[in-house]
Structures are given as C-alpha cells and as structure tokens.
C-alpha cells in the first residue's frame, strides 16, 4: 500500500536557522512527488514536481531533492514569512491516486 | 485570473442531514478533484472529475457523491452526515488532462457536523 510519512511533524526555527524537512514514501511505481505549501485557512499552493532520483529544484530559499525513497526540502535562511505547513505528495503509476503526507508545520520566529 | 472558488467556505450541519459543496475551476481547467483534510488524517482523494466523467475515486463510503458539470464547475454531497464527516473539503484543479500532481486549490469549504 502507497504510503507517505513526513518528518518532523513541527519544526520551530529561529530566523536565519537552515534546515530540512522529509518526506519518506513507498509505492509501487512512482510518477512524480510533489511539495505543497499550506498557510493557515488557506488551501494548498503547489511548489515542486520531481519525477526522479537525483533530480533538483529550487525556488527562492527552498531546494527539493529527491532519491528513490526519500526527499527533503531544504529551507536555507528561512524568514518568518516562511512559515507554514509543507506537504508532500506522491503519484502512483498503478492507482493515479495523488497520496499526500500529513505535513510539517514549519514555524520560524524572527 | 481568477483562482478555483469553493462555496460556501463555511457551514454547519446536524448529523443525518445532508450537504452539497461546489467548486468551479480555474477557467480552462478541465480536471477537478476532491480531498477530505483532517488534523489526523491529512488530505484524502475522494475522487476526480475530467470533462463530466469520474475518473478515480477514493475509498470513501458510498454517502460521499460527485458530478461535473459541461462547464467543468463540480458539486460533490454528502449524505446522511455523521460526526467525523466534519472537515474541511478542498477542491483543486488542473489543466492537465491525465492526472497530475500539480494542482491548484481552491480555499476550502470547512464543513461542521454537530
């Protein structure tokens, strides 16, 4: 069964503070893993599509890498406004169901 | 360009009654999917609509209904409501016509069963 698990469920980062989130998946064929952001009342805003290992993308403060289990996004001097819930979500060749994983809630105090 | 827009984005309800929430897509979108957020369980798929046809569904029970319309606009219901049917329910869209991952949500509609 498709599953995805995302760690750590919290993170509290002091403005500037470089860190990592992951996003652990298992699935029979993957077609692509996707990074969402989520703010509070809103709905996810889509961030990156990787479609295999080793591949790299990068938007403002924030790298997605990916391997053939895992990826991370990589937060570098986060600001406040970074602050949110990150989402990942993997696509199944078999199923074509999007999985998503239940989040990071990212906080960063100035 | 306008944004995918849920209505209503907030109501309550009493268990046993039913509801009917409706998503119209980004203009041009032609795929619209449903997903149930829940503190526990996170975003779970319901199903996924393209050009008026489901065309996958999530494992969800049989009270929990969908249907596009020929101008892509989507309503899904939920009947006979129980308690842990309260959630907040997003729609998103994509121009893609196979199924992506890259979509575009709309802001939800936050259902409450009392």
């Known amino acids: 069964e498709d599953q995805v698990t995302q760690s750590p469920e919290a993170l509290r980062l002091q403005e500037g503070e470089s860190s990592s989130l992951n996003c652990s998946y298992t699935v029979s064929g993957l077609r692509g893993l996707f990074w969402y952001r989520q703010d509070p009342g809103k709905g996810p805003e889509f961030l990156f599509t990787l479609y295999s290992a080793g591949e790299e993308k990068e938007k403002e403060r924030l790298k997605a890498t990916l391997t053939k289990k895992e990826s991370f996004l990589h937060i570098t001097a986060p600001k406040p406004e970074d602050s949110a819930t990150y989402l990942c979500a993997v696509l199944d060749y078999n199923t074509d169901k999007l999985i998503f994983g239940t989040g990071t809630r990212l906080q960063v105090f100035p | 360009k306008a944004g995918v827009t849920q209505t209503p984005r907030y109501l309550i309800k009493t268990r046993g009654q039913q509801v009917t929430l409706s998503c119209s897509p980004i203009?041009?979108?032609?795929?619209v999917s449903w997903y149930q957020q829940t503190p526990g369980q996170g975003l779970q798929f319901l199903f996924e609509y393209f050009s008026e046809t489901q065309r996958n569904k999530g494992n969800f029970p049989g009270r929990f209904s969908g249907r596009q319309f020929s101008n892509s606009r989507s309503e899904m219901n939920v009947s006979t409501l129980e308690l842990g049917d309260s959630a907040l329910y997003l729609c998103?869209?994509?121009?893609?016509?196979?199924?992506?991952?890259?979509?575009?949500f709309g802001e939800g509609s936050r259902l409450t069963v009392l």
């Open positions: 203009s041009g979108h032609r795929s």
């Open positions: 998103a869209s994509s121009a893609r016509q196979g199924t992506t991952g890259e979509l575009f």
